[in-house]
């Protein structure tokens, strides 16, 4: 006979496949080891999560923006990486600007910054 509290059995167990979201930002990890109070870590981590419903949340944090875990399944995985191809190339655009910061402008030749120019989207002029 069971329990009227008993749970459902948890979605994250070790060798799960994970989805790190971090405000957006995703990353993969995998379920390392379940504790009996039904906390779980990651692999190379100590950090304790605990799960909640279809996800997980960081045990012990108390900040507004903490991340959250999901299964990376079929059922989301063109979202998470659409996401993930999103944020790579938002983070190749903050290096390219970042060297175009650094570089004097005698360092750069006409013909680089017309390529530059022809490769940016052209915004309409009111």
Do not use: C
Not at 61 to 81: F, G, H, K, V
Not at 99 to 111: F, G, V
């Amino acid at each position: 006979m069971t329990d009227a509290t008993e749970t459902k059995a948890s979605l994250f167990v070790p060798g799960a496949r994970v989805a790190v979201d971090n405000n957006g930002s995703f990353r993969e990890s995998f379920v390392d080891r379940v504790h009996k109070n039904g906390n779980f870590t990651l692999r190379g981590s100590s950090q304790q999560w605990r799960p909640y419903q279809n996800t997980a949340r960081p045990t012990g944090d108390s900040s507004w923006m903490r991340p959250r875990l999901q299964i990376w399944d079929e059922t989301n995985n063109a979202r998470i990486r659409s996401a993930i191809a999103a944020q790579n190339r938002l983070d190749r655009i903050r290096i390219i600007r970042a060297r175009l910061d650094n570089t004097k402008s005698d360092e750069i030749t006409d013909e680089q910054l017309t390529a530059i120019e022809a490769a940016l989207p052209q915004k309409e002029k009111k």
